[in-house]
């Protein structure tokens, strides 16, 4: 594992995440991550420390309301969330700071059927 740092536009949320530096990524096709084109990557929440920035956020939650959709009020960006599939994850791909990933698989998920697309996917629950 390697220390990922990354955070939000305005530099207002900072975090910090042990991962892979081969990063798996999943293109999810659910209605809000093909409205804010969201490719994410699931860690555990040990992995995840959030070093500033807690009460610049705001959580917009819908439909079952397990998973919390955060993002930096002052500027809106969503550098980190947790997933509906992992609520005791975290995922933050897209505002991870450059020089410490080495590759990326993408993965598409049908999360616009996401029931039958969790049955038929044999990891996502265990990353």
Aim: net charge positive; glycine share 8%.
């Amino acid at each position: 594992l390697v220390k990922h740092n990354g955070g939000c536009h305005c530099g207002a949320v900072r975090f910090e995440v042990w991962s892979s530096p081969h990063l798996h990524v999943f293109d999810c096709s659910c209605s809000i991550c093909t409205k804010k084109q969201n490719h994410h990557f699931i860690v555990p929440k040990s992995n995840f420390t959030l070093l500033q920035g807690g009460d610049h956020l705001t959580t917009y939650t819908f439909n079952t309301h397990a998973a919390k959709h955060t993002f930096c009020r002052v500027c809106g960006v969503q550098s980190f969330y947790t997933p509906r599939s992992n609520p005791d994850g975290y995922v933050a791909p897209h505002c991870l700071d450059p020089g410490t990933v080495q590759s990326v698989t993408v993965e598409k998920f049908w999360g616009d059927k996401w029931e039958e697309s969790m049955k038929a996917h044999k990891t996502i629950r265990d990353m």
